[in-house]
């Protein structure tokens, strides 16, 4: 129940195209979902975060879709870069704890 | 600001031996976190330190320990290390308030021989 599943594993996009990345999550306590991106030799960056009150959070390219009643969110990259090319990680905690649970990651590729 | 600093990052031990590791929040941030990435398991929850006492810990033996300081900083030690060690170690640091974000060091990369 403490899982969040995160697929796909691995994702080529062309340039120009959208990156979408799906988490799944089981327990109903999770209460806020952000977005991570690392490049190699780097630690994780935040990316983009939201609550389940609310539906949608965009941030310029990126957006979050989040789907309460099917315990499932979502990472659009619209226009995606080749300097977009990371792993992406999805994560999930609990109200009032900073106990983070990971998705497994995604590997994206962008193509110039 | 500076953003979380870990130091060393990069470190070579042999089984049996231990090791401390040591994070510096972002100035003003009191809590760390401590988290373990590996390719088989990804990345996993160690434990958390707030205000100097530990409020959050994952599953993992009581081989892995840390601390924080008075000032947030924090170390987090892996005492009799196996194979099984080898691993980014990557602390985190939030603030207070209502925002739950995490802020994530480059890591200390930890081989075990």
């Known amino acids: 129940q403490q899982q969040v599943k995160q697929s796909p594993q691995s994702l080529i996009v062309q340039k120009g195209g959208i990156s979408i990345i799906n988490c799944a999550y089981e327990n109903t306590a999770f209460d806020y979902f952000p977005w991570y991106q690392q490049f190699p030799g780097k630690g994780p960056a935040l990316l983009i975060a939201?609550?389940?009150?609310?539906s949608e959070k965009k941030e310029g390219r990126f957006t979050i879709s989040f789907n309460k009643s099917a315990k499932q969110f979502s990472l659009h990259i619209m226009d995606s870069q080749p300097g977009d090319s990371a792993t992406y990680f999805c994560?999930?905690?609990?109200?009032?704890?900073?106990?983070?649970?990971f998705g497994t990651g995604t590997r994206l590729k962008v193509l110039a | 600001k500076a953003g979380v600093t870990q130091t060393p990052r990069y470190l070579i031990k042999t089984r049996g031996q231990q090791v401390t590791l040591s994070c510096s929040p972002i100035s003003g941030h009191r809590s760390v976190s401590w988290y373990q990435q590996t390719p088989g398991q990804g990345l996993q929850f160690l434990f958390e330190?707030?205000?100097?006492?530990?409020?959050n810990k994952g599953n993992f033996p009581g081989r892995f320990s840390g601390r924080q300081f008075s000032n947030s900083r924090s170390e987090m030690n892996v005492s009799t290390l196996e194979l099984g060690d080898s691993a980014l170690y990557l602390c985190a640091s939030s603030g207070t308030g209502a925002s739950y974000e995490q802020y994530f060091g480059p890591g200390t990369r930890l081989t075990v021989t």
């Open positions: 939201i609550r389940p009150d609310v």
């Open positions: 994560a999930a905690s609990s109200k009032g704890t900073y106990k983070y649970i």
């Open positions: 330190y707030f205000s100097e006492t530990q409020r």
